[in-house]
């Protein structure tokens, strides 16, 4: 009997949390499973309910405290110490253990388990710098990246960033044990994908938004992070637009007591389609974040994204389909104001652009592609071969 490659999976959340990263674990997770011998143990706080079960993966939900998410809008849970050393004895029994993020707590303390254990390490990083308009929170990450990042990175077996401009940043003070990979998050093509023209405008009119009046979506949560004060201003300064915001968090777009702004905040997965689709433009004035998840899943469906620069240059081979501006400076919302309305000119080639975003995405994003690079390295670190269901006997 083959014995299933033991992977044990560590986040500072579970995806129903909503949180790019956490999504971005899951679905890489399912499609691991689905795809090799390969079974996951998922760490992760109990903040949350649990995702719906899949076959292949088991969940170990921590007990934590999130008073720092809460009351400071930083997603950074705190782990109880008894529970920590549950992760020991999982660890003990995993062949592999996969960090999504260093510098979490429980991810800490799983790295420094695993490395005590003499347990390969991988580190999916998804997050650079962000600069914070909090001058604290701004060099207290700065300084942990060039110390405890450059610490730990530098001693997991395998590096895998999802963003170039995140590689980037890491590569100038990182030396890494093996040539660090970037490696794009995937997309479920059944839940995000495009339609034609006459099947976008059926939806426009049964969505009830206006016909005549331009459409643009935010997508993620209602943070500083996000560039929802970016977006504020332009929405004032664009009347004219129907603004979506589909999402959560601490500020609220139905305050501003604008005509023009519409708030979904149950919208995930399959139900934020239509409004990808319906959408004329995808407008995510965010930084410090690689590449968002949600940028994948607009373009899948068609619609043109409006992004900072940092954000474009974080997949450079898409960057000619975005629409890229500076999300620092005195003069942000004039350059912001001005790409639109630039974009708003384009008219008749806004239909073409749909056609490029949606056949890029379709081409060059799925999980499945995700997965089998993942799987490599697995492959690589272990000296196995997962195709041939080669790993040991139970």
Known sequence: MQKKLRILLVTHYYSTHRGGVEIVAGKLAQSLCQQREINIQWVASNTDPLPERVEGIDYLPIPANNWIEKNLQIPYPIWGIRSLFELWGEIARSDMIHLHDYLYMGNLIAFFWAKIQRKPILITQHIGFIPYKNPLFRGLLSFLNRTLGKFVLQRANRVVFISEVVQQYFAKQVRFQHPSMMIANGLDGEIFFSVDESKRQLLRRESRFSMERPLFLFVGRFVEKKGLLIVQELVQRFPDINWVFAGWGSIAPESWNLANVSVFRDRAQSTLTPLYQIADLLVLPSCGEGFPLVVQEAMACGTPVMVGSETAQAYSRAAHLMVACEVEGTDVIERWSEKIQQFLGKGSTQTQL??????????????????????EIFEK???IDLARSSYGEA
């Open 354 to 375: 749909r056609t490029d975003v949606a056949d890029f995405a379709r081409e060059h994003w799925s999980w499945n592609k995700t997965a089998v690079r993942y799987c």
């Open 381 to 383: 670190e272990l000296g």
